[in-house]
């Protein structure tokens, strides 16, 4: 009878852990957040996402700017390729260039005045943030990273719909196209269309709110800056099912009822300002004139602008030659000061010859 039970239990463990065959052994899962702690780097650090309602202390902020993105934020069909790449927890899109030298696509903050070049974006069904009274389906994260770590997250909030415009569904046929990757894989192809990182912004509105936060899943990094859009985008249904079936296939015991969404996380009291978008629509106001690129190059560190492809010896060519010149510099000091010690030696030697040593 003992056998039977440690039998059947033993079973009960393996046909568990047989489910998620095509992941690896969890690490941390949607549905146990309260073991995240382990994996977290500080608990007690102000964390994302939050829920924004009517008690959370937005205040209008009067010197907010809207979102700016820099000119090639634009993404051509015949120089840019689509990676996409798995996680487990997530469909992660990256979109590299050709150009291995010269800015890479970049968020300009007009309210820190920095610049955060484009790394990739990545999708969580849930959706993540929450805004009282606007539903959604999913977010997508938009993360920009400045070289020295700093990072800026906009997040868009997306609801399933067959209103969805021309220039959003060509933008997830071009990213997010089926067969997305399975269990840790990836895929890469051609950019089959070209289009813009702002299509994928609320069109009618870019009314935001910013908070300083987090990452939303482990190590939960914090002093992220985020940019949550306060209006949905509409994306094609057909867009979102494909998103949920490579996610349930990444996560099969605990996506369908914890989706790959964070619960919010408490306010603590942190600052969380609202930008309230005066104008109407427009399309490409999120892409700053050629004219004000060329301006914001002159008046901010080159570092943040170079692209982050470049090789370790493209990127501090500059420093090393500098590092060289110093060395070669100090080399020919050196020289220089031992120069008249030779002389002296010699001299002393021609001495020795001319008049003898003297032995004590
Ligand atoms: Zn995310």
Redesign the pocket.
């Given at each position: 009878m003992h056998r039977f039970w440690l039998g059947a239990a033993l079973l009960f463990v393996l046909s568990f852990g047989l489910e998620d065959t095509t992941a690896p052994p969890p690490i941390w899962t949607y549905d146990k957040p309260q073991e995240w702690g382990d994996y977290c780097q500080d608990k007690a650090a102000f964390q994302s996402p939050i829920f924004i309602n009517s008690s959370t202390p937005v205040a209008a902020h009067p010197h907010l700017h809207p979102v700016l993105l820099t000119t090639n934020c634009r993404f051509h069909t015949d120089t840019t390729t689509v990676l996409q790449e798995s996680n487990y927890r997530?469909v992660e899109v990256r979109l590299p260039t050709n150009a291995s030298t010269g800015p890479v696509c970049s968020l300009f903050d007009q309210n820190s005045r920095e610049l955060y070049p484009f790394v990739r974006f990545?999708?969580?069904v849930g959706p993540?943030h929450g805004v009282e009274g606007v539903s959604a389906d999913a977010?997508l994260?938009a993360?920009f990273q400045q070289s020295s770590g700093k990072t800026l997250?906009v997040?868009v909030r997306l609801r399933s719909s067959k209103s969805s415009s021309n220039t959003i569904v060509n933008f997830f046929r071009a990213t997010l196209a089926a067969p997305l990757p399975q269990g840790g894989g990836s895929s890469t192809k051609l950019l089959p269309s070209s289009i813009g990182l702002d299509d994928v912004f609320p069109l009618s509105d870019g009314s935001y709110v910013t908070y300083e936060g987090s990452?939303?899943?482990p190590p939960c990094t914090d002093k992220v800056r985020w940019i949550v859009f306060t209006a949905v985008q509409s994306i094609p249904p057909s867009a979102l099912s494909e998103l949920r079936d490579a996610l349930k296939s990444y996560m099969p015991r605990t996506f369908a009822k914890f989706g790959n969404a964070r619960a919010h996380q408490p306010p603590l009291g942190r600052p969380v300002f609202k930008f309230a978008d005066p104008t109407s629509t427009t399309t490409n106001r999120w892409i700053m004139t050629q004219e004000d690129e060329d301006h914001l190059k002159s008046s901010i560190p080159f570092t943040d602008i170079v692209s982050l492809d470049r090789s370790f010896f493209a990127r501090h060519a500059f420093g090393l030659c500098i590092v060289i010149l110093v060395l070669a510099t100090i080399g020919l000091f050196i020289r220089l000061r031992e120069q008249p010690v030779e002389v002296g030696v010699s001299d002393a030697a021609r001495e020795a010859a001319t008049y003898g040593t003297m032995e004590t």
């Amino acid at each position: 009878m003992h056998r039977f039970w440690l039998g059947a239990a033993l079973l009960f463990v393996l046909s568990f852990g047989l489910e998620d065959t095509t992941a690896p052994p969890p690490i941390w899962t949607y549905d146990k957040p309260q073991e995240w702690g382990d994996y977290c780097q500080d608990k007690a650090a102000f964390q994302s996402p939050i829920f924004i309602n009517s008690s959370t202390p937005v205040a209008a902020h009067p010197h907010l700017h809207p979102v700016l993105l820099t000119t090639n934020c634009r993404f051509h069909t015949d120089t840019t390729t689509v990676l996409q790449e798995s996680n487990y927890r997530t469909v992660e899109v990256r979109l590299p260039t050709n150009a291995s030298t010269g800015p890479v696509c970049s968020l300009f903050d007009q309210n820190s005045r920095e610049l955060y070049p484009f790394v990739r974006f990545h999708f969580h069904v849930g959706p993540e943030h929450g805004v009282e009274g606007v539903s959604a389906d999913a977010e997508l994260h938009a993360v920009f990273q400045q070289s020295s770590g700093k990072t800026l997250v906009v997040a868009v909030r997306l609801r399933s719909s067959k209103s969805s415009s021309n220039t959003i569904v060509n933008f997830f046929r071009a990213t997010l196209a089926a067969p997305l990757p399975q269990g840790g894989g990836s895929s890469t192809k051609l950019l089959p269309s070209s289009i813009g990182l702002d299509d994928v912004f609320p069109l009618s509105d870019g009314s935001y709110v910013t908070y300083e936060g987090s990452l939303t899943t482990p190590p939960c990094t914090d002093k992220v800056r985020w940019i949550v859009f306060t209006a949905v985008q509409s994306i094609p249904p057909s867009a979102l099912s494909e998103l949920r079936d490579a996610l349930k296939s990444y996560m099969p015991r605990t996506f369908a009822k914890f989706g790959n969404a964070r619960a919010h996380q408490p306010p603590l009291g942190r600052p969380v300002f609202k930008f309230a978008d005066p104008t109407s629509t427009t399309t490409n106001r999120w892409i700053m004139t050629q004219e004000d690129e060329d301006h914001l190059k002159s008046s901010i560190p080159f570092t943040d602008i170079v692209s982050l492809d470049r090789s370790f010896f493209a990127r501090h060519a500059f420093g090393l030659c500098i590092v060289i010149l110093v060395l070669a510099t100090i080399g020919l000091f050196i020289r220089l000061r031992e120069q008249p010690v030779e002389v002296g030696v010699s001299d002393a030697a021609r001495e020795a010859a001319t008049y003898g040593t003297m032995e004590t």
